[in-house]
């Protein structure tokens, strides 16, 4: 598993808290693992959840008819990517 950076840390906690997932420490998502369909078993309603919680958390929204969301989701690595860009034009 490859290590989390500072932004991938940040964001797997914010996701850990927002999803209530109790079993699982942020540090244990790997950043290039599948978040969706993947080891996490996270859904469509999961997506949602992280979307607000990331909207809340870095004042930009991730829109549901975003064509480009299944690249944006793939993994915590490509979500922090996007929050980065995002959060810096903001």
Known sequence: MAEQTAAQSELAILIVQSLNLEDLQPGQIDPDAALFGGELGLDSIDALEVA????????????????DNRAIFA??????EHIEKHRAAA
């Open 52 to 67: 607000l919680a990331v909207s809340k958390q870095y004042g930009f929204q991730l829109r549901s008819d975003n064509p």
């Open 75 to 80: 993994s915590l690595r490509s979500l922090a």
